[in-house]
């Protein structure tokens, strides 16, 4: 495979987050940089900056985006990439999905996002989800279900 020099990289986490059996997930906004991507529905999370600890990146990112303070982060379940051209500029994005847990269900957006809702997986086909969220999710009510895990 032959590398791409005019590509930005970028590493990402998500957060699955879960409360008694119910996942966020969140709309996006329409503004400068989401790649038209509002109106999509997606996972809270997003990149990790240069040095950052990752489990440091996916708090900030959760906090930065729901208003979230405290998440307890449980196991990784998913890794997928995407290569969106945002402003111009093909990127590759590499993301870690990591099921997280919360008490807090008070919401606080900021303007990335317009609109959430806290769902049931089985019923993630009502919302226009972003890939791989869908994957995400599915698998996310699987183990679930054989874990005994809400």
């Known amino acids: 495979m032959s590398r791409k020099p005019n590509i930005v990289q970028r590493i990402s986490m998500k957060a699955v987050l879960a409360h ?3 996942v966020l997930i969140l709309r996006k906004a329409k503004y400068d940089g989401n790649g038209g ?5 997606n996972l809270p999370g997003g990149r990790i ?4 600890h ?6 900030r990112e959760v906090l930065e985006e729901t208003g ?9 379940i998913y890794i997928g990439e995407w290569h969106p051209v945002i402003s111009g500029v093909e990127n590759q994005i590499i993301c ?11 919401v606080t957006l900021n303007h990335e996002h317009d609109k959430f809702a806290w769902i049931k997986p089985d019923k993630r086909q009502d ?15 699987s183990w679930s279900t054989k874990l005994n895990i809400s």
Do not use: H
């Open 49 to 52: 900056e240069v040095g950052e």
């Open 54 to 59: 990752w489990q440091e990146a996916l708090k």
């Open 68 to 76: 979230i303070a405290e998440i307890n982060i449980e196991y990784p």
């Open 127 to 141: 919302y226009e989800l972003l890939d791989p969220e869908w994957d995400v999710i599915d698998r996310f009510a």
């Open 96 to 106: 870690t999905f990591v099921v997280c847990s919360t008490r807090q269900t008070d």
């Open 37 to 41: 991507r509002e109106g999509k529905w």
């Open 20 to 22: 008694k059996g119910k």
